[in-house]
T-cell receptor, first 111, second 113 residues
């Protein structure tokens, strides 16, 4: 079993829909990251969370440390949101050394 | 404030050749991590540099080596290139004692023919 699990693996939705991507992890963490990667492109850091909730524009990320679960929400989705969204964690006591990566969720927003 | 920069953006090499990729961290960051991302796969951790030393290494052969300079920029060197080394190489910067947030560069696309 992977230490970081994402669901769904693939998601196709219509423009304007509310999107939720989930991430569950099995290790103790110092931080959880949500990242975005467009096809053929580099990785962009969206959020880093250690507790609670963060919002940036139409993106919202939440984390429940007790349940070891995080969600990424996109409100009023747009075709330009189409990308792979990746959840990754910084293991507790491992500082910055390396991230443990989820497999990613491929999101397609149709106009 | 410039973010993480990488050069070159694209590179084509022949099997057996050597390649050097470069990364400049975000201003204020002193730690650089390198990742390899093969097509359709997730990133794989290569190594991390802090205080000009390799602090941790992933499961990569000695053909992969690196260096960090006093200005915190870093190089990734790959010797004796294989076809399987074709990938997107990502650099991420962070602060060693900070909030663990990693900022990623745009990557260097390496193609080995």
């Amino acid at each position: 079993k992977n230490e970081v699990e994402q669901s769904p693996q693939n998601l196709t939705a219509q423009e304007g829909e509310f999107i939720t991507i989930n991430c569950s992890y099995s290790v103790g963490i110092s931080a959880l990251h949500w990242l975005q990667q467009h096809p053929g492109g580099g990785i962009v850091s969206l959020f880093m969370l250690s507790s609670g909730k963060k919002k940036h524009g139409r993106l919202i990320a939440t984390i429940n440390i007790q349940e070891k679960h995080s969600s990424l929400h996109i409100t009023a989705s747009h075709p330009r949101d189409s990308a792979v969204y990746i959840c990754a964690v910084t293991p507790y006591m491992d500082s910055n050394y390396q991230l443990i990566w989820g497999a990613g969720t491929k999101l397609i927003i149709k106009p | 404030d410039a973010g993480v920069t990488q050069s070159p953006t694209h590179l084509i090499k022949t099997r057996g050749q050597q390649v050097t990729l470069r990364c400049s961290p975000k201003s204020g960051h002193d730690t650089v991590s390198w990742y390899q991302q093969a097509l359709g796969q997730g990133p794989q951790f290569i190594f991390q540099y802090y205080e000009e030393e390799e602090r941790q290494r992933g499961n990569f052969p000695d053909r992969f080596s690196g260096h960090q300079f006093p200005n915190y920029s870093s190089e990734l060197n790959v010797n004796a290139l294989w076809l399987g080394d074709s990938a997107l190489y990502l650099c991420a910067s962070s602060t060693a004692g900070g909030t663990y947030e990693q900022y990623f560069g745009p990557g260097t696309r390496l193609t080995v023919t």
